[in-house]
């Protein structure tokens, strides 16, 4: 056996894949990378991929900078890890928590940040301090998380539970609890209102407010929203669409959660996805970008209003009763550090809004193709929707992805990464990505696409 064979086979033997289809796991093996620089990846045969994915939305900075590499190697050499628990800390989680609060607008009034090791444990943080924060207000009916279908919040017991894909949730029915209630997404092509866009009353934002009255105001406590839904289909909102959101939770005493775990740091074209409608969350979500994959870290990050409240009411002898082995990580956190200087040295937020725009003028031509229903761009996140009849907008195939799994294998063979989601073929480089390379990438789904129309329409 040589040494591929043996990991192939020890892979077999020993490995669950998470997100992997088991099939296709025993059919074609697993794709073993060994080697990541700037915006591209190599596997085991040396073959090389455009990374058009950034990892899983996550490598903002790209793949291989010794920048975070040495920061890292020099944080394990000072301080590996100690307790976050009982008022230890280390320098790292200050100085991060201190650097994320200030790229925020001052109008968000943030002021704190609990650091995780991604973004599940960041929305099941937040759930909780949701119900702490209202429990201390004098409020304890307030539990209820309110979410949008299509929205991804992970997929931990409680992240799931607020998830809005019921693919996602097969096989793992109940949720944690039955606090948890969803409405309709802002997602213009298929408007769940039977809405054209020009005509759109924004039903999508109304229905918060009926799902609040329904429910019974007394018992919502969070509404959690992606700015541009993500992994549901890169679904940016109708103009609009956020200033309604927050004047319904002003209305009605409701905690809004910004889930940037995607749209943090930058992918969008701006430092966060929040800002395009100059939404003022909170209580903000993130991970993924804020080390660019680099180390796993997420965090809570908290207005003042919250932690003031949390800080002021809780009985003298009670603790914040919550928290992981390896929140405010220090090497997580070095990470972070060094990440966030690589995003702003390099001007990459800059550069993802201008790469996006040529992305985006780019993809159009894909509309050549008769399965391109829709494609949709949000700076350095986008999604090309496949159908099989633009008019009625079914999906290709008696299963849920069939087309988009068939048109990932495609491109792959092309040597471009992008990944199916849904029945879309969702695409977010790194923020380094060149016109070069953005062309490589139009260029493997042009061909990928209609292979795939002419095996299966
Ligand atoms: C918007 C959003 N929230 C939360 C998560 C969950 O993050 P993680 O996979 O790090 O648990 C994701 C992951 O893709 C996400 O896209």
Redesign the pocket.
Known sequence: MNKKERLVDLDDKHSLHPFTNFHDLKRQGPRIIVEAYDNRVKDIDGKEYIDAFSG??NVAIGHGRREVADAIKQQMDKLEYFSPFFRFTNPPAIELAEKVVSLMPQDWNMGHVLFTC????T?DTIFKICRMYWELKGKSQKKKIISRRFG????TMG?LSATGIDLFKMYFEPPASSDFTHIMAPYCYRCEAGVEASNCDLECAGQLEEAIRREGPDTVAAFIG?PVI??GGVVPPHEGYWSKVREICDKYDVLLIA?E??TGFGRTGKMFGSMHWNLRPDIV?V??SITSGYFPL?GAVINNDIYGTMQKDLPEFMPFLHGYTYNNHPVGCAAGLANLKYIEENRLVENAARMGAYLEEKLQRLYAHPSVGDIRVMGLMAAVEIVKDRQTKEQIGALPMDSTHRIEELTYERGVFARAGLENMELAPPLTITEEEIDKIVDALDSAIPQMESEML
């Open positions: 899983s939305w991604g973004g599940s444990e929305n991804y919040h992970g997929v992240s992606e993500g992994a889930d775990v995607i979500a991970a993924k997420g």
